[in-house]
């Protein structure tokens, strides 16, 4: 078989029974906390901050209409992970559901996929949490020191990298290296600080909703639907549509859920209530916040970092004091994105080490902490030197591509075993299984083809070193080709 090589259902299943003996990864994990490990992942920068340039540029008050589509898109392949996470309990997500239903070689590109996504993405989160500190340090008329505060190097109009007279994004860095350690200290002790700061970010957003709907001006949400501008995209519903594939990114991290499967005391359960749950929980907040940013302020004013900030300042001084909570809630809320990303991105890493595809020393797990401690380091270490040394527009680039691929991915692998293992017991199963995955897999990729050409041009370069890997260590030293070969000599 080759690079298309396929693990057997029944093993993975196996190997999933063997959780809580020595040396594998701890069963601890319930519904719950599985659910806030989705909404810690999901409420981050997007709401606190790409939705109000959404608003204010595109959709205007039908946000609320962008948050709706953007939930829908988001819904047919998070059915799709239910179903294959209740089915096939690893700590692999969609890097494992890709190596059962498709082969060898289409894993390592959605593992490495996922690398880039998680990766990515935490060190956009670490230098987008650098810059709310820093706005959070101005209310209170503290100055750090600039050079310490940004990347070495900014992308210019042109998209050219200039020094920009920096030294380091110190704090980015830290707090990677902060939140490096409290994973490696246990998933429960990783559920446990997410809890916490989960119900202290969704606190901060109900405060926000149920304070600001006492200060809404109707007169902000007409007309709902701002008429088109003459140019595609700039509001009417083209305008909607825009802005829902802007605001998709603040959906984005349900699928880190996935990944602690198999930590989970009863997957088959928790993981389809955790991944769904989350999904369900975060469009109702998202809808409530967009409807009560946009009656709070003109949608046009809302074109800023801060929007929830700006928002309020039309109230007046009756909610002055929710500005400086808002701000830090912003800081804390991200926290918890960066140690849900962190957590993920360590069981894609133990789960390409198990398969043979990455040094099995990356995947093995401490004894005493039940974590696998070395891929948390590096990846924590990795996201602390991209957080210290590359400005935000060119992390961020790479994370909704490389979520758009896995989603595809897990929408083709339900459709691929739908039809090659039709009775595989399916704790959960996607309704309208055709359809949903159909639709799904449609809908991905043709957000993925209206990205960038740069995006794509990084993307490829990302997986053109994977490739490298791939064939020069992960091909000859994968369990599926050992497995093969002690078949052939035998």
Same mark, same amino acid.
């Given at each position: 078989?080759? =690079?298309?090589?396929?693990?057997? +259902?029944?093993?993975?299943?196996?190997?999933?029974?063997?959780?809580?003996?020595?040396?594998?990864?701890?069963?601890?994990?319930?519904?719950?906390?599985?659910?806030?490990?989705?909404?810690? %992942?999901?409420?981050?920068?997007? =709401?606190?901050?790409? @939705?109000?340039?959404?608003?204010?540029?595109?959709?205007?008050?039908?946000?609320?209409?962008?948050? =709706?589509?953007? %939930?829908?898109?988001?819904?047919?392949?998070?059915?799709?992970?239910?179903?294959?996470?209740?089915?096939?309990?690893?700590?692999?997500?969609? &890097?494992? &559901?890709?190596?059962?239903? !498709?082969?060898?070689?289409?894993?390592?590109?959605?593992?490495?996929?996922?690398?880039?996504? *998680?990766?990515?993405?935490?060190?956009?989160?670490? +230098?987008?949490?650098?810059?709310?500190?820093?706005?959070?340090?101005?209310?209170?008329?503290?100055? %750090?020191?600039?050079?310490?505060?940004?990347?070495?190097?900014?992308?210019?109009?042109?998209?050219?990298?200039? !020094?920009?007279?920096?030294?380091?994004?110190?704090?980015?860095?830290?707090?990677?290296?902060?939140?490096?350690?409290?994973? !490696?200290?246990?998933?429960?002790?990783?559920?446990?600080?997410?809890?916490?700061?989960?119900?202290?970010?969704?606190?901060?957003?109900?405060?926000?909703?149920? *304070?600001?709907?006492?200060?809404?001006?109707?007169?902000?949400?007409?007309?709902?639907?701002?008429?088109?501008?003459?140019?595609?995209? #700039? *509001?009417?519903?083209?305008?909607?549509?825009?802005?829902?594939?802007?605001?998709?990114?603040?959906?984005?991290?349900?699928?880190?859920?996935?990944?602690?499967?198999?930590?989970?005391?009863?997957?088959?359960?928790?993981?389809?209530?955790?991944?769904?749950?989350?999904?369900?929980?975060? @469009?109702?907040?998202?809808?409530?916040?967009?409807?009560? !940013?946009?009656?709070?302020?003109? &949608?046009?004013?809302?074109?800023?970092?801060?929007? $929830?900030?700006?928002?309020?300042?039309?109230?007046?001084?009756?909610?002055?004091?929710?500005?400086?909570?808002?701000?830090?809630?912003?800081?804390?809320? $991200?926290?918890?994105?960066?140690?849900?990303?962190?957590?993920?991105?360590?069981?894609?890493? #133990?789960?390409?080490?198990?398969?043979?595809?990455?040094?099995?020393?990356?995947?093995? +797990? #401490?004894?005493?902490?039940?974590?696998?401690?070395?891929?948390?380091?590096?990846?924590?270490?990795?996201? %602390?030197? $991209?957080?210290?040394? $590359?400005?935000?527009?060119?992390?961020?680039?790479?994370?909704?591509?490389?979520?758009?691929?896995? *989603?595809?991915?897990?929408?083709?692998?339900?459709?691929?075993?739908?039809?090659?293992?039709?009775?595989?017991?399916?704790?959960?199963?996607?309704?309208?299984?055709?359809?949903?995955?159909?639709?799904?897999?449609?809908?991905?990729?043709?957000?993925?083809?209206?990205?960038?050409?740069? @995006?794509?041009?990084?993307?490829?370069?990302?997986?053109?070193?994977?490739?490298?890997? &791939?064939?020069?260590?992960? #091909?000859?030293?994968?369990?599926?080709?050992?497995?093969?070969?002690?078949?052939?000599?035998?």
């Amino acid at each position: 078989m080759g =690079i298309w090589s396929k693990l057997a +259902v029944e093993d993975v299943r196996g190997e999933s029974l063997q959780a809580d003996s020595p040396g594998s990864l701890h069963r601890s994990l319930g519904a719950t906390s599985l659910a806030a490990f989705g909404v810690g %992942a999901i409420v981050g920068a997007g =709401i606190f901050a790409v @939705t109000g340039t959404a608003a204010a540029e595109y959709a205007g008050p039908a946000i609320v209409l962008s948050f =709706i589509i953007a %939930a829908a898109v988001c819904l047919c392949p998070a059915l799709c992970y239910a179903e294959l996470a209740a089915m096939i309990p690893v700590s692999g997500g969609a &890097y494992s &559901y890709a190596y059962i239903a !498709l082969g060898e070689l289409p894993a390592w590109v959605v593992g490495w996929s996922l690398v880039c996504e *998680f990766l990515f993405a935490a060190a956009t989160i670490s +230098v987008s949490w650098s810059a709310y500190l820093v706005a959070v340090l101005k209310m209170a008329s503290i100055d %750090a020191p600039r050079i310490f505060l940004s990347a070495p190097v900014t992308l210019d109009a042109s998209r050219h990298l200039h !020094l920009s007279g920096a030294i380091v994004n110190l704090p980015a860095t830290l707090m990677a290296l902060v939140i490096g350690a409290i994973v !490696l200290r246990g998933s429960r002790a990783s559920a446990t600080v997410n809890n916490v700061i989960v119900a202290i970010k969704l606190a901060v957003l109900v405060a926000f909703i149920g *304070f600001g709907a006492f200060y809404v001006r109707p007169d902000n949400w007409t007309p709902f639907i701002p008429p088109n501008l003459g140019s595609l995209g #700039h *509001f009417g519903w083209s305008g909607i549509l825009r802005a829902a594939g802007v605001i998709f990114f603040s959906f984005l991290g349900f699928d880190c859920v996935s990944t602690a499967a198999r930590e989970a005391r009863n997957p088959s359960r928790d993981t389809p209530l955790g991944l769904l749950g989350s999904l369900v929980a975060c @469009t109702v907040l998202y809808i409530a916040v967009a409807f009560v !940013l946009t009656g709070l302020s003109p &949608y046009r004013a809302l074109g800023v970092a801060d929007p $929830l900030i700006a928002a309020l300042q039309f109230a007046g001084p009756a909610l002055s004091f929710l500005r400086p909570l808002v701000g830090i809630g912003a800081v804390i809320g $991200l926290t918890s994105v960066m140690l849900v990303l962190l957590f993920a991105l360590s069981r894609i890493f #133990h789960s390409m080490a198990r398969d043979g595809l990455l040094p099995m020393s990356i995947g093995r +797990v #401490h004894p005493a902490t039940a974590v696998p401690s070395v891929g948390i380091a590096i990846a924590a270490l990795a996201t %602390a030197i $991209l957080g210290a040394l $590359l400005p935000i527009e060119l992390l961020s680039e790479l994370i909704s591509i490389g979520t758009l691929f896995a *989603f595809l991915a897990v929408c083709v692998s339900v459709l691929v075993l739908r039809r090659s293992q039709p009775a595989l017991p399916r704790p959960f199963s996607v309704p309208c299984a055709p359809v949903v995955a159909s639709l799904g897999a449609i809908a991905c990729a043709y957000l993925m083809v209206s990205l960038p050409f740069d @995006t794509w041009l990084r993307f490829l370069g990302w997986m053109l070193v994977g490739l490298v890997i &791939y064939w020069g260590y992960g #091909h000859r030293r994968s369990v599926a080709t050992a497995c093969r070969v002690g078949a052939k000599n035998d």
